[in-house]
């Protein structure tokens, strides 16, 4: 039962390939004519005007050529989802994930990602001991992981280990405590 | 000359040549593992390092067993984790990882490690024979070659445009090349498309770019499913730290490992094109020699196509020794810096370099042969438990794995906006996998990018326009040769299409 809600709940997530593959070239466009936009308003020096090849000449090539790339992507019809295909038979399309989304644990996916975000934007401020070990955590908690004994003091080593062998042999500097520390 | 070789063994072969070479490479391969850390970054941390030896064969020794570690080293990662942190090694993941995925990670180590010291040997060979010859050749490398050069080297990604997927393929290249011109050029005067943002004014690093495409999307790949890395390929074949190769296998691999080691080194050879563009021709020229069958493999997991470009890569870092060691022309960026180790050691690399120090120049070629059979001995027993490195348990791989990623990209800059940049690669990388576009030729349009667009530009200020396309032999050849690589799948694709209408 509990299945069946989930089902009916992610059925208007299910994306064929046909509309994935629509959205995306539509999006290419987008990003050409906005690449080709800026190429063409770029302010060119003075000096620069009389130059065979100006810093402009081959964005705006690229421009052109991404958007009638991306226009017979929008018109040409796409074969449906390789996935079934020869080629991927031994590891699958990842397309598969759209087909029957229910299957796999989107959460943890996108948890995951939002945990990374958080952590690029702690570094400044926790440094990179903390942040790195707090992220581990959080990471492995999020995943599943339950024995802290082994967890926190794995996560604390990892990160000491990377600063250490990157700051102190390496001599590549890395903020190790807070920023507050440091006022 | 048989002199001053002799001069060069006794040198490169005593007992302290001999440690320093394998350490050199023990550290190479070390360091090198970590993503963001090339071969480049390595050789330049270890230099003041070495300097203090005071022996310039010794200290030289030990920069190219670094150099040779840390492209060893940057292979694991990306055949491990999907996570190359090194432009060279980027073709390595595009069959090296799919074969850790079958379970075959210990053989696909191994691969990497006989192809390595395949590559690298033969390349020593050609060094040492060639060396002068190709010197000369090397330098009728102009702009116009090298853009044509760049254009071999784009065509590459029709090897990644599978069936129906050509278009695909197309675009993908196109935005490498748009996200190659943001930031400051070596042509141009002012930065281009920053968006006012002063964190894009050097331009979108390789490794934040190469982080967010392929190891990001992999850790959220291995979260959303279980059972990810666990499917596929017999039980046998599933043993992960089995690092057996057949006598099938070899004899596949053997005739790549020759054809790449010689092609390798004569792109390595030509200063600036190095073992980026060797490796990712080096595979795109395996899949087109390769058979129907092989060639549904490449891309999945097929030996070839890991061999291909391990060899090619290793050889042409050993092919940029030729410029720098007979013309004092670094041929890559790690040459460059190793130019800057003999400047400190007081010795100038050129074509007096043979006669004025012949015990350096011989040293650091024969400790070459030494260094590639040190790479091998220490790895080949270590394959079994790198590999194994994948059996740890989901809840700590996959953190592990995205930690690594960002850490690649925070190194040396420590600017979190760098990381932002990498998720949001990493979230764009996920959407074009959900909608089957292939990411290589993404990066490698990224990679050739500049250069492509540094070298048409100085051809056609030099030639006051195009005419140096069809007017300088080379540049020509080099052109028809990147039509041949674009029109020959095309056309097997048309064929294999007739062939299917006509039997429907």
Redesign the interface.
């Known amino acids: 039962m509990r299945e069946e809600e989930s089902s009916r709940f992610l059925l208007p997530f299910r994306?064929t390939?046909l509309s994935?593959?629509r959205w995306?070239a539509l999006g290419?466009l987008a990003?050409?004519s906005g690449?080709g936009y800026?190429?063409f308003t770029?302010r060119i020096?003075p000096f620069?005007r009389f130059?065979?090849?100006k810093?402009?000449t081959?964005?705006i090539g690229?421009?052109v050529?991404?958007m009638v790339?991306?226009i017979?992507?929008l018109l040409?019809p796409?074969?449906q989802?390789?996935?079934s295909?020869?080629?991927?038979k031994?590891?699958?399309?990842?397309?598969k994930?759209?087909e029957s989304p229910e299957n796999?644990?989107?959460g943890?996916?996108a948890?995951?990602?939002i945990l990374?975000?958080i952590?690029?934007?702690s570094?400044?401020q926790a440094g990179f001991l903390i942040s790195?070990s707090v992220?581990?955590i959080f990471?492995?908690l999020m995943?599943?992981?339950r024995k802290f004994w082994i967890?926190v003091p794995?996560s604390c080593f990892?990160s000491f280990l990377?600063w250490y062998?990157?700051d102190e042999v390496?001599?590549?500097?890395?903020?190790p405590w807070p920023m507050i520390i440091y006022q | 000359m048989w002199d001053q070789m002799l001069l060069g063994i006794q040198t490169a072969f005593t007992l302290q040549n001999m440690f320093f070479a394998a350490l050199g490479c023990f550290i190479g391969t070390i360091?090198g593992m970590?993503p963001g850390?090339g071969p480049m970054s390595v050789v330049a941390?270890m230099i003041p390092v070495s300097i203090q030896i005071g022996d310039p064969s010794t200290t030289l020794i030990l920069l190219a067993g670094v150099y040779y570690g840390a492209i060893f080293g940057g292979s694991t990662s990306s055949i491990l984790i999907n996570a190359p942190g090194e432009a060279a090694v980027v073709a390595t993941s595009f069959d090296g990882y799919?074969m850790a995925?079958?379970g075959q990670a210990g053989k696909a180590l191994t691969i990497a490690a006989i192809s390595s010291f395949s590559g690298g040997t033969i390349g020593a060979i050609l060094l040492m024979g060639f060396a002068p010859v190709l010197a000369s050749f090397a330098i009728l490398f102009w702009s116009a070659e090298y853009f044509a050069l760049m254009l071999v080297g784009l065509s590459a990604v029709a090897a990644f445009a599978?069936?129906?997927?050509v278009?695909?393929a197309?675009?993908m290249t196109?935005?490498g090349?748009?996200l190659s011109?943001v930031g400051e050029?070596s042509?141009?005067?002012?930065p281009?498309?920053t968006l006012g943002l002063l964190d894009l004014q050097s331009g979108i690093h390789f490794v934040t770019l190469a982080m967010g495409l392929f190891a990001?999307p992999e850790?959220?790949?291995l979260?959303?499913?279980?059972l990810r890395g666990q499917?596929?390929?017999s039980k046998e074949a599933r043993d992960i730290s089995n690092l057996r190769i057949n006598l099938k296998e070899a004899k596949t691999i053997a005739p790549v490992i020759g054809r790449q080691s010689i092609q390798g080194f004569l792109i390595g050879v030509m200063p600036g094109a190095g073992a980026t563009i060797a490796s990712f021709l080096g595979y795109a020229v395996e899949r087109n020699l390769a058979n129907p069958e092989e060639r549904?493999e490449f891309?999945?997991?097929s030996i070839k196509g890991l061999a291909a470009p391990e060899t090619a890569n290793n050889a042409a870092s050993t092919g940029s020794f030729v410029p720098l060691l007979t013309l004092g022309i670094p041929g890559s960026g790690t040459t460059a810096i190793l130019l800057g180790a003999f400047i400190a050691l007081n010795l100038q690399p050129g074509p007096l370099l043979m006669q004025d120090r012949p015990e350096v120049f011989w040293s650091v070629i024969f400790s070459m042969y030494f260094g590639n059979i040190i790479l091998l001995i220490l790895n080949l027993p270590l394959v079994p438990y790198i590999a194994r490195l994948l059996a740890i348990?989901?809840?700590?791989l996959?953190?592990?794995v995205?930690?690594f990623a960002?850490?690649g990209a925070?190194?040396?800059q420590?600017n979190?906006t760098e990381?932002?940049l990498?998720?949001g690669f990493?979230?764009f990388a996920i959407?074009?996998?959900?909608?089957?576009?292939p990411l290589p030729p993404l990066l490698i349009g990224f990679v050739l990018g500049q250069i492509f667009?540094d070298n048409?530009?100085r051809a056609?200020?030099n030639a006051?326009?195009i005419q140096f396309l069809w007017e300088r032999p080379m540049t020509l050849a080099l052109v028809l040769a990147t039509l041949a690589f674009v029109m020959i799948p095309l056309y097997r694709d048309w064929r294999s299409r007739r062939k299917a209408s006509s039997l429907g």
């Open positions: 994306v390939m994935i593959n995306v290419f990003f050409s690449y800026l190429a770029y020096l620069e130059l065979a090849m810093p402009n081959l964005p690229l421009a050529a991404g790339c991306s017979a992507l040409v796409e074969e989802s390789s996935g295909g020869e080629e991927n031994v590891l699958g399309s990842d397309h994930y759209l796999y644990e989107w943890k996916g948890g995951l990602l990374a975000v952590y690029a934007l570094l400044r790195t992220f581990l990471g492995g995943l599943g992981e967890l794995v990892a990377v062998l990157v390496l001599t590549i500097f890395m903020r | 360091i970590l850390l941390i799919p995925r079958k599978g069936k129906g997927k278009l695909k197309l675009m196109l935005l090349l748009m011109t050029s042509l141009f005067n002012a281009r498309f990001v850790a959220f790949f979260a959303l499913d279980v499917k596929g390929g549904k891309g999945q997991g348990p989901r809840t700590y996959i953190p592990f995205l930690f960002m850490a925070y190194i040396g420590n979190a990381l932002l990498l998720i990493g979230v959407i074009m996998r959900f909608a089957d576009y667009e048409f530009g056609i200020r006051n326009g």
